[in-house]
């Protein structure tokens, strides 16, 4: 579901609109842990910076909440 391309909108913006995505389609349910850096970076050819950046922006919008030693889930659980 979603391809990255070269283009106007930043690459970490696309990753973040396609997570969302996931999650809204039900996908991803709250409580659900997101894929992990290393299994988006296999998936989407993306470096983990950018990465990082797009599941920041997620969390800045409070659409998934990372734990520490843990990881990142879909929040409302």
Known sequence: MGQITDGPVPKYRQLA?????????????PGDPIPSETALEAEFDLARGTIRKAIAA?????VIVTTRGKGSYVAGA
């Open 17 to 29: 609109e396609i997570l969302r995505a996931r999650i809204e389609a039900g996908e991803l349910a």
């Open 58 to 62: 997620l969390r800045e919008e409070g």
